[in-house]
């Protein structure tokens, strides 16, 4: 895992060494191991180098040959050996055992089509030096991340934001409408992020940019289809995941360091730690943090795996509540994120990063597989469409007036209420209902002028992926949806930002792009059945993995930020909302703040997320003055 960046002068003027490197020094956490800048007239490439494989060689920048072709490089090419073998048979000459240099050799046979031959995690740059291009690319399901702007007469790029901030033609201009849909989604969704005219590269695409003109194209080059289902049953069906499955974790153990694997104890990280037991790989690391909060903690789950494994467990109490962890990770994403379950990923990261560089997780499988409960819930919704709109607004404001408002989701009052907010839903509007924390009323009374006229429009851009849908059920729809917009903008971005916060590899077997392309053609049925999410996977490892496993209640890696708020977060959040930029330049209302902040903490509400949401908005706020 790595960082890279570059930056095209159009002007003809020529690249700098020194701002290359600092470039690269604002991401040397993704690349201690290693560095490198390499100038070309107006155009300039820097990395920071995680060494995983080749670990003498596979510095970059890298080219081919004749040094007309040149990368850097972020991630992992897991079929690179395969690719590599039949490049030779074609004559190219390799100087490394890396699969970086596979890039530039595939880049010559194949083009810009390059990229549709890679099974891996990854973001790249090509500069091609006698064709005057760069081509970028991201893999399918955006594991890793590329931004990119172009203003003036320079267009560059960066594996994260605060890289690209450096540079002073970065356009730092606010983008009031990103920062609305990430209030309402905690996260900003792709392509766009917290500032106007800078860009993320969305998954699966590829831009190429003429270095003379700054014209560029952007292309799609993958997409899964949810429309072609197969008329497979449930035994072949098992019997194929398990393959996959399998295959896919054996291609994510090659690694010239130490590897393990995240360890929740929820089920689909122990049906990797099953399938690394299976390959043989010793000794097999797992990492466990546990809290002591018992709604959050899992330690028993994954003691119970890792004694059916056998393998070297490590364990250890997380203190989540570490404020300048926080801050430290809003700093790294260059951008207001607020799903707090990247305190513990980032506590985990750090934990195993002190044994090993790389590990496994689970990560994937809810989107692919139906595990949401809210997909079930969109199937019990339609249900109760049978029952008038009326009648279902009329429970829905009768619960709310009895059950107890400062009860959290976790809690059984708390899911009542929010169940039957949803069912009240029309519809159209009910899955943004479902996973829209922060609503659009409560929006309203926080937002300071400056943020006004930026309400409304989140469900819309998730009706407008919707439309774009190849499923042909509800509940599918929104499972691709979330594919499109959740995955890479929240579940993936905080992986990547926790792991390599710590110098950390994690890779998902999951989103093998052979696995997802199997579950979008998988009916629905085998997703769902009756009440079981999952129902395939549960199928295909039962009596491999423990059935108390397979058959627990999803947890999910969660903190108890709504205690936090009433205890020891209390006036830190009172501190940074309220006296902070996010008050004092007309974001948010403090008067409409302070009443949240007080009703939350004195009991008799819970607006855990929605304050979450404006602590980081604030921090994140903080770091740009």
């Known amino acids: 895992m790595c960082g890279i960046a570059g930056k095209i ?69 897991y079929n690179f050996r395969e690719i590599r073998r039949e490049l030779l048979d074609k004559g190219h000459l390799f100087r490394t055992n890396s ?53 003036g007469g320079v267009f560059a790029f960066a594996s994260e934001l605060p890289a690209l901030k450096i540079l002073p033609e970065f356009p730092a201009e606010l983008d009031h409408q990103a920062l609305h849909h990430y209030f309402s989604l905690q996260y900003i969704p792709c392509p766009s992020t917290a500032y106007r005219n800078v860009f993320k590269l969305p998954p699966a695409h590829t831009l190429e940019l003429d270095t003379r003109s700054g014209e560029f194209d952007l292309q ?34 090659m690694a010239d360091v130490p590897l393990g694997t995240f360890l929740s104890g929820g089920m689909d990280s122990s049906i990797i730690t099953a399938l690394m037991s299976e390959l043989g790989v010793s000794p097999l690391r797992t990492f466990t943090v546990g809290f002591t909060q018992k709604l959050y903690d899992e330690r028993y789950a994954a003691r119970r795996v890792s004694a059916k ?79 008038p709109q009326a009648a279902r607004t009329s429970l829905s404001l009768m619960a709310s007036s009895i059950l107890p408002s400062s009860g959290s989701e976790r809690t059984l009052p708390g899911k009542m209420r929010r169940i039957l907010g949803i069912f009240a839903e029309t519809p159209e509007n009910r899955y943004a209902r479902i996973i829209i924390r922060f609503d659009e009323e409560m929006k309203k009374s926080i937002y300071g002028e400056r943020m006004r006229e930026s ?43 926790a792991s390599m916060a710590s110098s950390l590899e994690a890779r998902s077997p999951f989103l093998d792009y052979r696995v997802a392309e199997f579950a979008a053609s998988l009916p629905l049925k085998l997703k769902q059945k ?56 007309g974001f948010l209302s403090a008067k409409t703040a302070s009443r949240m902040l007080s009703g939350h903490a004195d009991g008799r509400e819970d607006h855990s997320y929605a304050i979450f949401a404006m602590l980081c908005f604030a921090l994140w706020l903080e770091g740009e003055a």
């Not at 194949?110 to 990229?115: F, I, K, Q, S």
């Not at 891996?120 to 931004?147: E, V, W, Y």
């Not at 993958?222 to 291609?251: P, Q, T």
């Not at 056998?310 to 260059?334: N, Q």
Request: proline content about 3%.
């Open 9 to 77: 002068n159009l002007d003809g003027a020529p690249a700098e060494d020194a701002e290359l490197d600092a470039m690269r020094g604002r991401m040397r956490h993704r690349g201690p191991d290693g560095s490198g800048v390499k100038t070309f007239a107006n155009c300039g490439l820097a990395h920071a180098r995680l060494s995983i494989i080749d670990l003498p060689g596979g510095a970059q920048p890298l080219s081919n040959e004749d040094g007309s072709v040149w990368t850097v490089f972020n991630g992992e090419i």
């Open 99 to 151: 699969d970086t240099e596979v890039i530039v050799h595939l880049y010559e046979e194949e083009g810009r089509g390059c990229v549709r031959r890679m099974n891996g995690m990854f973001s790249f740059a090509i500069l091609d030096i006698k064709r005057k291009k760069l081509l970028l690319a991201r893999d399918r399901l955006g594991q890793k991340p590329l931004h990119y702007f172009r203003t």
């Open 220 to 253: 799609r080059y993958w997409s899964l289809d949810f429309g072609a289902k197969r008329e497979i049953g449930e035994e072949e069906a098992s019997v194929e995941l398990y393959d996959l499955l399998l295959d896919s974790v054996r291609l994510r153990l």
């Open 309 to 387: 494994f056998a393998t070297c467990h490590y364990e250890k109490m997380g203190d989540p509540d570490d404020f300048a962890l926080l801050k430290s990770l809003i700093a790294k994403t260059g951008e207001p994120y607020a799903d707090s379950s990247i305190l513990p990923t980032a506590l985990i990261s750090a934990f195993a990063a002190r044994e090993v560089k790389v590990v496994l997780g689970g990560d994937g499988a809810d989107e692919l597989f139906c595990g949401y409960y809210r997909y079930l819930l969109m199937k019990y919704a339609a249900f109760a469409g049978a029952i």
């Open 455 to 497: 309400l409304g429009g989140t469900p819309d851009l998730l009706s407008s992926f919707l439309e774009l849908s190849s499923s042909s059920n509800g509940v599918e729809k929104h499972s691709e949806l979330d594919i499109a917009t959740y995955l890479n903008g929240d579940i993936l971005a905080k992986l990547d930002t």
């Open 530 to 585: 009756g009440g079981q999410r999952k129902y395939i996977l549960r199928k295909c490892f039962r009596g491999i993995v423990p059935d108390e496993i397979l058959d627990s209640e999803k947890k999910g890696f969660g903190v108890p930020v709504a205690d936090w708020f009433r205890t020891s977060w209390r006036k830190i959040a009172e501190e940074h909302i309220l006296e902070g930029r996010a008050v004092k330049d």
